[in-house]
């Protein structure tokens, strides 16, 4: 009887040591995990941008640099710095000439022009949902996390299918006299493309922002005499700023890496560094294309600092003060009288047509032929699927792919991200820096990822003299899973830091180990966060493309965002974007499930 208690008091010491080593072993296991499927891959492709021979050189950053074709005008700062004073001197007498800004230089005007964009669209949203009262008011506000969960090439599908000359917009316009605007394959409907995405993201951020100025102040500001304007620049403004800051800085960065959008919408006429450097992959040219994502990566990467150092400014300037009422929108006939109520319907208008008309005119497209209604295109999927051509792109490998890798995404990410989520809200001293260098995965493109991805555990690597080589499912699910985790961290970690740590402790004291307490007190009380954060990681895999067209090999692993670029490019199709269409509308079938989770369960840890 003593040797059996003897023996479960040691299985007791054994279980609470495990228990006291699986968060360290878990953070261990996270870091291998990154190292291997994101720090290696983007670090190979960063070093193979500046060695050469063995040897360490700037040559390749320096030729590209002093290229005008990259860098315009400004190549000459490279090439030959000491002609730049007297160059300066003759463009000044000439007039100040127009001067070329080189690929660098474009993609930064259309991020910027983008950004512009994006903000004038969003900020009469974020006015409309944090100072009026509506019905569908908490819905809308759902909405505006549309940015993270629709797929880029899906929502360029839908906007060749809108704009297009036979789409909606054009049959309206010639209805009405107006007579077609020709705006595909032009910038401006690459801006309108990126102000659908990121324009959201804007109205999210500054009406979180609203909600908190403290209307004390903002009363007490008017007793003083303030005008309701004055009062606004005063008090509103300043606490709207770091917001707004953080939301532009941010949709540069995601205009300035995005890739889908530019590549259907603008392809290489309106090539921006990203569309360039897959260009560069797919004509094998490795060593060019690891050069540009090299200074895409600096780039972004002192970008995304500035949006964390905004973003803590925020959060350190938010407080406890009453917020401001809200007023109704419909109000009889001072609705018509009031011009910022008839601004924000006007506002309405153009919301729907920017943000509801391309997936509309995408669904209405797919069941829509010369003839009127029609089922030809999704009889064409069908096809497609018994067909036995070569290179033929079947739907249902892409939906079956898809959906797995998504499972695999989710299997990889979720842990991940509950780990990082601990360390940033629970690892104490040096908890922010930590969670920076984990979640950088933000600030990468998924393009850069992909080609690391390629040229290490695709094409091979060599480890302690044996080869290890990961098939084209197993690195896209690897890339998935990085791209997928910090949105995972980003719902759970508020959850967590909202908790009140006195119920962690009260369970430590009673025995609990930290990991005890953590899977039997905490997790369970941000349940709605981790299914939020899975289904994020699900959505986010299912959209992805910008690392899966690398990495997709055959009908083995590609996906349906991949097959829908292919019923686009596929000129044996001719000019017809009907199978396109509905593909892009099976597509959005799927993710729209997954918003449904997110918008259900996830609402409560809104930011």
């Known amino acids: 009887m003593g040797r059996r208690v003897g023996q479960t008091d040691r299985q007791r ?126 819905t809308l506000r759902s909405l505006t996390i549309l940015p993270f969960v629709l797929p880029s090439i899906m929502v360029a599908v839908g906007f060749l299918a809108m704009f297009g000359r036979n789409g909606p917009l054009n049959t309206a316009l010639v209805a009405l006299g107006v007579g077609r605007v020709d705006l595909l394959f032009t910038l401006e ?21 609203w909600e908190t100025v403290d209307a004390r102040r903002v009363e007490s500001a008017r007793a003083m005499g303030a005008t309701p304007l004055r009062a606004f620049r005063d008090v509103v403004l300043p606490h709207l700023l770091p917001s707004l800051l953080t939301a532009a800085l941010l949709a540069f960065v995601f205009t300035f890496m995005s890739f889908p959008i530019v590549l259907a919408l603008g392809g290489l006429r309106l090539a921006t560094v ?49 917020p401001l009422s809200r007023r109704p929108l419909f109000d009889g006939l001072r609705t018509l009288r009031d011009p910022s109520r008839l601004g924000l319907l006007a506002y309405g208008a153009v ?27 999704y009889r064409f999927l069908i ?72 040229q290490t555990l695709v094409f091979g690597t060599t480890v302690l003299g044996r080869r290890l080589v990961a098939t084209g499912p197993v690195a896209i699910v690897l890339a998935h899973a990085v791209a997928a985790y910090p949105f995972v961290t980003r719902n759970v970690a508020p959850a967590l830091g909202g908790l009140d740590p006195r119920l962690a402790d009260a369970a430590r004291s009673l025995g609990a180990t930290r990991l005890r307490a953590l899977l039997d007190v905490e997790l369970p009380l941000v349940a709605a966060a981790l299914v939020a954060g899975a289904a994020f990681a699900f959505a986010i895999s299912v ?65």
């Open 274 to 322: 990203e569309v360039w450097l897959f260009a560069r992959v797919q004509e094998l040219e490795l060593g060019e294309a690891a050069t540009l994502a090299t200074l895409e990566t600096v780039i972004t990467l002192s970008l995304t600092y500035l949006y964390l150092r905004y973003e803590s400014r925020q959060v350190r300037a938010g407080g406890d003060g009453v």
């Open 351 to 377: 919301a729907v047509l920017v943000f509801v008309g391309p997936m509309a005119s995408m669904v209405l497209a797919s069941v829509t032929g010369p003839g009127g209604f029609t089922l030809d295109y």
């Open 383 to 454: 096809d497609q699927q018994v067909a036995t051509a070569a290179g033929t792109t079947r739907p249902l490998p892409a939906i079956v792919n898809s959906l797995l890798f998504g499972a695999g995404t989710l299997l990889l990410a979720l842990p991940i991200g509950v780990v990082v989520s601990v360390v940033a809200t629970r690892g104490g001293r040096g908890s922010r820096a930590a969670e920076a260098l984990l979640t950088a995965p933000l600030a990468v493109s998924g393009v850069v990822v992909g080609l690391g991805l390629l």
């Open 13 to 138: 010491l054994i279980r609470r040591a495990a228990e006291r080593l699986a968060l360290p072993a878990g953070l261990a296991a996270t870091l291998a995990v990154l190292v291997v499927v994101f720090y290696y891959p983007v670090g190979s492709v960063l070093v193979e941008a500046v060695v050469r021979g063995g040897r360490p050189t700037a040559e390749p950053l320096l030729g590209v640099l002093s290229d005008p074709f990259y860098t315009g005008a400004a190549s000459t700062l490279f090439a030959d710095p000491a002609s730049v004073p007297g160059g300066l001197a003759g463009w000044l007498r000439g007039g100040l000439p127009p001067v070329t800004f080189g690929l660098f230089g474009f993609t930064a005007y259309q991020a910027a022009l983008s950004t512009v964009a994006s903000v004038l669209l969003g900020l009469p949203g974020a006015y409309l949902l944090s100072r009026f009262e509506f019905p569908g008011r908490r």
């Open 189 to 209: 409907i690459i801006v309108i493309a990126h102000a659908f995405y990121n324009a959201p993201l804007v109205t999210r951020l500054v009406t979180a922002a």
């Open 543 to 607: 959209g992805e493309f910008d690392s899966t067209v690398l990495l997709a090999e055959g009908v083995d692993s590609y996906t349906m965002p991949v097959a829908l670029e292919r019923y686009i490019g596929n000129r044996s199709l001719g000019p017809n974007l009907g199978p396109a269409t509905a593909m892009g509308t099976v597509l959005l079938a799927v993710t729209a499930a997954s918003f449904l989770v997110i918008d259900r369960v996830g609402g409560r840890w809104e930011r």
